[in-house]
């Protein structure tokens, strides 16, 4: 077993049929509030106040971060992909690492942006993961 090194999951990334209606829903039923609105508003990123969880509800249409790297589109209510939030990039190498070496398979590598980068892979079952990395004073800037 190996020394555990992110923080636990920190978002969900879902597939919806309507982002605003989703995002109407989420906020009335769980206090949530958007942190930004994509794609024209056909996704939203929220998160619940005080927290450092994010939402984010992507339409169909709206491309995956990953549709580059043979990643399937999905449909209304399934889960697009879990996130992991680890220290830093080092951080990031070793957990995929530890992923990998526990059965996972490398979907590939996106930056999330310059200098951040984020590993997507596949579960024993086929789910997708995303581990990435922040350092403090970026995650000091995040208003959650």
């Keep these: ?10 978002h969900v990334a879902l597939r919806v049929a ?20 994509q794609d024209d508003g056909h996704s939203m990123i929220m998160t619940t106040p005080g927290r450092r969880d994010v939402l984010t509800l992507s339409e169909i249409d709206v491309a995956s971060e990953i549709d580059t790297l ?3 589109r ?3 209510g399934t889960i697009d992909h879990v996130g ?3 220290g830093d990039n080092d951080q990031m190498a070793q957990t ?15 930056e999330m942006m310059p200098g951040y980068p984020s590993a997507f892979i ?6 997708v993961l995303q581990v990435y990395g922040f350092s403090e004073d970026l995650r000091a800037r995040f208003p959650m």
């Design 1 to 10: 077993m190996t020394e555990t090194v992110h923080f636990g999951f920190r």
């Design 18 to 37: 309507d982002a605003r209606k989703a995002a109407d829903f989420y906020a009335e039923a769980l206090g949530m509030t958007v942190l930004l609105e």
């Design 70 to 72: 043979e990643h399937r």
């Design 74 to 76: 999905m449909v209304p």
């Design 84 to 86: 992991f939030e680890v």
């Design 96 to 110: 995929v690492t530890a992923c990998l070496d526990a059965g996972a398979s490398l979907i590939g590598e996106v």
């Design 122 to 127: 596949r579960d024993p079952d086929g789910n």
